[in-house]
């Protein structure tokens, strides 16, 4: 059963697509975000920069570079990287939302790899729900840090 619900200004479908290959992008994607911060490092007494096998990496956001301003995401790949070096502390400091965010792309790791197994589950409403509910608290928790950040001077704490 499809349901609309009215998020906003607009009107979001509430059905998950029984469609394979958008999961297998999803869970691709998924996959390199919870990955990817293994392979990279934070570097001492440069904390907005980020290190590849000893290499520095520039910096990674075009808000930042472009508009000289933090988007609702700046900080995020740092929190990534030091939370899966179990730095949780640092991590929050970078981003107050990054361990709530890394946790939705765990879920969605999970997610993913189940509707592959049983497709049928797209239909399942309570699983419905809860990938929107989790997705739009998410989003909300993003939104709700950059304003405190643009508020504060920090994004961390």
Same mark, same amino acid.
């Given at each position: 059963?499809?349901?609309?619900?009215?998020?906003?200004?607009?009107?979001?479908?509430?059905?998950i697509?029984?469609?394979?290959?958008?999961? %297998?992008?999803?869970?691709?994607?998924?996959? @390199?975000?919870?990955?990817?911060?293994?392979?990279? #490092? @934070?570097?001492?007494?440069?904390?907005?920069?980020?290190?590849?096998f *000893?290499?520095?990496?520039?910096?990674?956001?075009?808000?930042?570079?472009l508009?000289?301003?933090?988007?609702?995401?700046c900080?995020l790949?740092?929190?990534f @990287?030091?939370l899966?070096? *179990?730095?949780f %502390?640092? #991590?929050?400091r +970078?981003?107050r939302?990054?361990?709530? @965010?890394?946790?939705?792309?765990?879920?969605?790791?999970?997610?993913?790899?189940?509707?592959?197994?049983?497709?049928d589950? +797209?239909? #399942?409403?309570?699983l419905? #729900?809860?990938?929107?509910?989790?997705?739009?608290?998410t989003?909300?928790?993003l939104?709700?840090?950059?304003?405190?950040?643009?508020?504060?001077?920090?994004?961390?704490?």
């Open positions: 059963m499809l349901r609309k619900t009215l998020t906003s200004l607009f009107y979001v479908e509430r059905a697509t029984p469609d394979a290959s958008t999961h %297998r992008t999803y869970l691709w994607i998924t996959i @390199v975000l919870l990955a990817g911060p293994f392979l990279l #490092s @934070v570097r001492p007494g440069a904390e907005h920069s980020l290190g590849f *000893g290499l520095q990496l520039p910096p990674l956001c075009a808000s930042k570079y508009f000289h301003t933090e988007c609702p995401g900080g790949t740092r929190a @990287v030091l899966t070096h *179990g730095q %502390r640092e #991590s929050l +970078c981003h939302a990054g361990i709530l @965010v890394y946790a939705f792309f765990l879920y969605q790791l999970f997610f993913r790899v189940a509707l592959l197994r049983k497709p589950l +797209c239909r #399942s409403e309570p419905t #729900s809860f990938q929107h509910f989790s997705a739009l608290t989003i909300a928790a939104i709700i840090n950059w304003c405190a950040a643009l508020l504060l001077g920090s994004n961390g704490s």
